[in-house]
């Protein structure tokens, strides 16, 4: 299977060269992933840790992997409370080139962005009618582009 080898070189490539902020931890089904996230220093999530979960399709890199926070979620204006995640890499503006490290480096900085802390404007309602769905099965609009 063609993601396999792909994402074989990437986690080795993230274990031997560690990026500040970001550790693997569980890996042990090569299609999902838990990645541990932490708030940038001298930003609103210094000292907190937020926990990703990567599921990739066999199509990987062709498709977009499905990432999700779990467990303690961000409040930020592009995170709803269930933890999907509003980001244009993760949709129409993914590419193959991408990578789980350009993923977690793009959140970082997202995250690190952010002036207040506050949920979407729509949270509650896509809350409500999202659920059990996958966060690709919806239709995103990017109300900025500055992230």
Known sequence: MQYTKRLQKELQKIQSTPIEGITVGDVSNLQKWVVQLDGAKG?????????????????????SPEVIFIGNVPIHEHVYSNGHICLNVLYDGWSPVLS????????QSMLSSATQKVRPRDNDNYVRNCFGKSPKQGRWLFHDDKV
Request: hydrophobic share 35%; with cysteine.
């Open 43 to 63: 930003t609103l999530y210094e000292g907190e840790h937020f926990t990703l979960q990567f599921c990739f399709p066999n199509n990987y890199p062709l498709e």
């Open 100 to 107: 789980v490290s350009t993923i977690c480096l793009s959140l």
